[in-house]
């Protein structure tokens, strides 16, 4: 989950070029990985991906600050 | 006496030592600890030979050291550059190389991104705030806070030197450098102050970037009444449930935003299960509020004072409309008056006043207006309209490019920019005023119209968000304008989108628009 994840973020949402790959633990909020569009289309790649339901009051910083957070709180719905 | 924008900070310490002068987050500075710490980067950058009129480039996310890096500068007695960080390395370096910035304050986070610029740039002959690295010169901003102000001399600042530069994004051809000085940010500061009554018990949210004008509301108002500045992070400007949760933990009391960023909170932020009771302001500018959204809004938060703030970055800010009541219709709201020390004419294409109630183009003379665009004396000029009123005595108005109209009750209405108003097969159309028609249509939440170069002929394609709860197909829409608009304006397609490009500042992107139109 973890590798498909960053792959996903790494070839087809991020801004620029990550260089040295993005690391579990990396801000993509604060650090302009991914921009509000990009996050959005992140969202809907989970949903579909992990057939999982993101409800509006989950999408939360805590929730998809990292690609860590992310996959903790994917686990926590399937 | 207040002169100059380091006495707000001077000041604020004296009267307010103790009390929070900014937060982010969890981290806090207090206007004591703020003027020390500036002071020290001040003093840094002057043993660096950082000398009036030189400009320094702030490289930073929203973070806390925005601010002692935006008083630090100052202290210094130059200007500062903002530079967004999330913007393409290209910008970055044509911001360096067009103002021609040699120091850059930044946050460790951002060493990656110095590091390929450096190797850039020549000229850029230091870096402050992160640890030392090959190939240049840098400080950490722990040993930037052990530098001793023994010996500190201030630099001695009028109220006619250069403070800070502000990029436009360049969505219309190469960014230019809009040079704001002393005097004219300060004049906005006071008045913001006062028109607001912000007092020192105030927590005002700043929401804006750094390169964004509506920052200076942020860094430079709430400081000057002793109010505690709150910077919103960049990752709650993601997640509206998350801002909402920050607003009211924070207890905010004014709010300051581009209309979107309200918008989002009230459609997806849970607003209505939460206290909001502290807020006394809401403040907006930067584009116009679809007037059923803020009805709806203002009936969220009815005990707010809303504030509809208009005013290119050029002037700052130089109009505002105050709503106490819900507007009744769906009318676009007016950009009221001009505020304090601001007079305006509304010209012709001949600069000719118009008749009252005419449409023409805005200009406006004020106490906040800029003092040109760096290295650009042509465009300068090209942007003034200068009147002589006696002899050998100019008044110099700024061509805001904005089509205006007086109302009956003397009140003025935005009704596009000129270089919105386009020609289609021969045709005059208002891209405006298709928005406009569109976002009438009940479900809808923004829209926004681009002439895309499809094939051979140009096309007006139409691009709508929509509330997630209506079922809005593009049948309805086609059929709604084709009962509102001349046919000449009808848009060739209309797209339901999930979201649109933005610029770094919430506008729509509407040069990445036409790529995601385009097949």
């Not at chain 2, 139409?462 to 509102?484: G, P, Q």
Request: hydrophobic fraction near 40%; include cysteine.
């Amino acid at each position: 989950m973890e590798e498909s994840i960053i792959k996903h973020i790494e070839q087809e949402l991020a801004n620029e070029e990550i260089e040295d790959g993005l690391e579990l633990t990396d801000d993509l909020l604060g650090s302009g990985i991914l921009d509000s569009l990009g996050m959005m289309k992140l969202i809907s790649f989970i949903e579909e991906a992990y057939s999982i339901q993101v409800a509006p009051e989950e999408m939360v910083i805590e929730n998809f600050m990292t690609v860590e957070s992310i996959c903790k709180y994917i686990n926590s719905k399937v | 006496m207040i002169y100059n924008l380091v006495q707000i900070c001077q000041n604020s310490a004296k009267e307010f030592g103790h009390n929070d002068a900014f937060r982010y987050l969890n981290e806090v500075i207090s206007f004591n600890d703020l003027d020390v710490k500036s002071s020290q980067l001040a003093k840094h950058l002057y043993n660096l030979g950082i000398k009036k009129g030189d400009r320094v480039g702030i490289l930073m996310p929203r973070c806390l050291e925005t601010a002692i890096a935006v008083y630090g500068i100052l202290k210094s007695g130059a200007a500062y550059v903002p530079i967004d960080p999330f913007s393409p390395l290209e910008r970055a370096k044509f911001l360096i190389e067009d103002c021609g910035i040699k120091h850059v304050i930044t946050i460790p986070q951002q060493i990656k991104k110095i590091k390929k610029l450096t190797l850039k740039n020549k000229n850029l002959t230091s870096i402050v705030g992160i640890s030392n690295e090959e190939g240049f010169k840098s400080i950490t901003w722990e040993d930037v806070f052990k530098i001793s102000l023994k010996n500190y001399v201030p630099a001695n600042i009028l109220g006619e030197d250069l403070s800070y530069i502000l990029y436009t994004s360049g969505s219309t051809g190469t960014p230019k450098g809009i040079m704001h000085t002393h005097n004219s940010a300060l004049a906005f500061a006071e008045l913001v102050v006062d028109l607001y009554d912000f007092k020192p018990t105030d927590k005002v949210a700043n929401v804006a970037p750094l390169h964004f004008d509506p920052s200076i509301l942020g860094y430079f108002s709430a400081p000057l009444a002793g109010a505690t500045t709150v910077i919103v992070s960049d990752g709650h400007l993601k997640f509206p449930v998350s801002l909402a949760e920050l607003m009211e933990k924070e207890q905010l009391t004014i709010w300051f935003s581009v209309p979107l960023v309200l918008v989002q909170l009230m459609l997806n932020g849970g607003i209505k299960n939460r206290d909001f009771s502290s807020l006394r302001w809401v403040l907006f500018s930067g584009e116009v509020f679809p007037t059923k959204q803020l009805r709806a809004l203002m009936k969220i938060w009815p005990h707010a004072i809303y504030s509809n703030i208009y005013g290119p970055t050029e002037l700052n800010q130089c109009t505002n409309y105050n709503l106490y009541e819900p507007p009744i219709g769906d009318d676009t709201i007016p950009i009221g008056t001009t505020w304090g020390n601001t007079e305006f004419k509304i010209l012709d294409e001949n600069d000719n006043e118009v008749k009252e109630g005419e449409v023409g183009l805005l200009v406006i003379r004020s106490a906040t207006m800029m003092q040109g665009y760096w290295n650009n004396i042509a465009l300068t000029e090209k942007s003034m309209y200068n009147l002589e009123v006696a002899p050998g005595f100019m008044h110099v108005y700024y061509r805001t490019g904005d089509l205006v109209k007086l109302n009956n009750k003397g009140e003025l209405l935005f009704l596009g920019r000129k270089d919105r108003q386009i020609k289609l097969r021969g045709f005059r159309i208002e891209i405006d005023e298709i928005e406009n028609i569109l976002l009438k249509f009940k479900g809808v939440v923004e829209a926004a119209v681009v002439l895309a170069d499809l094939k051979e002929e140009k096309e007006l394609i139409a691009t709508v968000l929509t509330d997630k709860n209506s079922k809005i197909s593009t049948k309805d829409l086609e059929k709604h304008c084709n009962n509102e608009l001349p046919v000449y304006a009808l848009p060739s397609k209309i797209l339901i989108l999930d979201a649109f490009p933005r610029t770094s500042t919430g506008k729509i992107n509407r040069k990445e628009m036409e790529k995601i139109i385009k097949p």
